[in-house]
Nanobody, 121 residues
Framework: QEELVESGGGLVQPGGSLRLSCTASRRTRGSHAMGWFRQAPGKEREFVACTDWSGGWTFVADSVKGRFTISIDNSKNIVFLQMNSLKPEDTAVYYC??????????????WGQGTQVTVSS
């Protein structure tokens, strides 16, 4: 059974929007921290955003602040990443992760398989 399943990636033009979804299993639903990360070709994995299951606290990286929003649907065990005003530099594989702490990234125990986001005209 996959603990985290991402969906919603694809090809979008610069300035466009995408919404990524991450569906958690019963096990990962018990994790305190839920995060989104991304990795572009030839680059290290980068933190994007995190939240807890209450959705009352969120944190977004400076590189995407004002454009990306993380949110929760508790009834469906889904974590969303709404991405607006997308830029070519947002192109990456986006990963959902779950763990006991928000930081550092090494505290996340479970990782999804990733979903590709490509921003190009």
């Amino acid at each position: 059974q996959e603990e985290l399943v991402e969906s919603g990636g694809g090809l979008v033009q610069p300035g466009g929007s995408l919404r990524l979804s991450c569906t958690a299993s019963r096990r990962t639903r018990g994790s305190h921290a839920m995060g989104w990360f991304r990795q572009a070709p030839g680059k290290e994995r980068e933190f994007v955003a995190c939240t807890d299951w209450s959705g009352g606290w969120t944190f977004v990286a400076d590189s995407v602040k004002g454009r990306f929003t993380i949110s929760i649907d508790n009834s469906k065990n889904i974590v969303f990443l709404q991405m607006n005003s997308l830029k070519p530099e947002d192109t990456a594989v986006y990963y959902c992760a779950a763990g006991p702490s928000f930081f550092p990234s090494t505290s996340y125990d479970y990782w999804g398989q990733g979903t590709q986001v490509t921003v190009s005209s």
